[in-house]
């Protein structure tokens, strides 16, 4: 409680709480927590609330761990934004596993959690890249070479297939594209903007458009129309 209160006021004592104080006092926030839910007749949230108070401040603390681990992780394959999501949910899960009564160093566990977060998110990637190694940015390529009344029937059984969607497409790949393609281009969203939409990474995004349009391509490519 008093570790609570003084992280809360962020006042008192020069001496900064160790390591060791503050994970056990989370512990019996959380231990105090569930007892508390358990407790039907006793609704107060005063220990759940202290909980969050010492579990974000650790989170504070440490963030240091979680850009130094970035920055020994060298790769061109992930986008730093993506990089520092990973780094920073290795981090929040050290902090709710970590025991304080078993001798180790938080720092120590905490990097080792980041360490393999990110070795993860790496390994994805490199399989990711291996099945798609072709990145389709800006449009669904329209055939500009064709002549016009093959492009304009291209164009018709594009607009067939979408409709009746022969290309099997989930709600999430048509709305993907929809905000990328359709519309004027200053209308169209970024792969960020979407990925904001719908609680993904770019990254994601950029996967989901890719096979939207493979599934598209296949579509087109079995056409009788178009044979």
């Known amino acids: 409680?008093?570790?609570?209160?003084?992280?809360?006021?962020?006042?008192?004592?020069?001496?900064?709480?160790?390591?060791?104080?503050?994970?056990?006092?989370?512990?019996?926030?959380?231990?105090?927590?569930?007892?508390?839910?358990?407790?039907?007749?006793?609704?107060?949230?005063?220990?759940?609330?202290?909980?969050?108070?010492?579990?974000?401040?650790?989170?504070?603390?440490?963030?240091?761990?979680?850009?130094?681990?970035?920055?020994?992780?060298?790769?061109?394959?992930?986008?730093?934004?993506?990089?520092?999501?990973?780094?920073?949910?290795?981090?929040?899960?050290?902090?709710?596993?970590?025991?304080?009564?078993?001798?180790?160093?938080?720092?120590?566990?905490?990097c080792n959690v980041i360490v393999r977060a990110l070795m993860r998110r790496g390994k994805r990637e490199r399989n990711r890249r291996r099945l798609f190694p072709v990145q389709y940015e800006v449009s669904l390529e329209r055939p500009e070479s064709l002549p016009d009344s093959e492009r304009e029937l291209y164009v018709e059984r594009l607009s067939q297939v979408l409709q009746d969607n022969s290309g099997q497409l989930t709600d999430l790949e048509t709305r993907v594209l929809t905000q990328r393609f359709s519309g004027e281009r200053r209308d169209r969203l970024t792969f960020q903007e979407i990925g904001n939409t719908v609680g993904l990474s770019k990254e994601r995004v950029r996967q989901i458009q890719n096979i939207a349009i493979r599934k598209l391509r296949r579509a087109l490519a079995a056409d009788p129309v178009l044979q």
């Open 1 to 110: 409680m008093a570790l609570a209160d003084l992280i809360r006021s962020r006042s008192g004592p020069t001496d900064k709480p160790s390591d060791q104080q503050l994970f056990v006092a989370l512990h019996t926030c959380a231990y105090f927590a569930n007892k508390t839910m358990r407790d039907q007749s006793n609704e107060n949230p005063s220990w759940a609330n202290r909980w969050s108070v010492i579990r974000e401040h650790i989170v504070e603390q440490n963030l240091g761990l979680a850009y130094s681990m970035m920055s020994r992780f060298n790769t061109r394959l992930i986008d730093e934004d993506d990089l520092l999501s990973d780094a920073m949910l290795g981090l929040t899960r050290a902090v709710d596993r970590f025991n304080p009564w078993r001798g180790y160093r938080f720092s120590t566990y905490a």
